[in-house]
């Protein structure tokens, strides 16, 4: 089952979990891009950069994801995409914290939430990024 099937506003545990793994992957994927055009000096270095960057994207996609599902359920509008420009901006916030940047914060809760919010929208109206090839 994934993360679309599940109704909005039900099933917040197992959303939660899809989008904290689909984070978590993102973050493992960055990590090893860092890591070949950043060396670092030793094999601990790398451990702990790659723990970092992981760790940091696994709660951005918790964050996500239970905040969207909770905004659904506390506003009872499950299908507005305004949820998911609150979780977004939620998981924006967090990054802000983490790097002790106000502007970052802000800059990442606009954007993630915007983000977010168009995601929605487009799954909602059916937009299509790519299509089959034209032959």
């Not at 909770?70 to 802000?96: K, T």
């Amino acid at each position: 089952m994934g993360y679309w099937d599940i109704p909005e506003g039900t099933g917040c545990v197992e959303k939660t979990w899809i989008t904290t793994k689909v984070a978590t992957a993102l973050g493992l994927v960055g990590s090893a891009y860092h890591l070949v055009a950043f060396q670092p000096e030793s094999a601990l270095a790398a451990v702990q950069r790659v723990t970092n960057t992981t760790v940091t994207m696994a709660s951005v996609g918790a964050i996500f994801g239970m905040a969207t599902c909770l905004s659904a359920q506390a506003r009872d509008a499950p299908d507005d995409p305004l949820n998911y420009f609150i979780g977004g901006c939620a998981s924006g916030i967090f990054l802000g914290a983490r790097t002790h940047s106000a502007m970052t914060g802000t800059s990442a809760c606009l954007g993630l939430g915007t983000l977010a919010f168009f995601t929605k929208i487009g799954k909602m109206e059916g937009w299509k990024l790519y299509g089959p090839p034209k032959l």
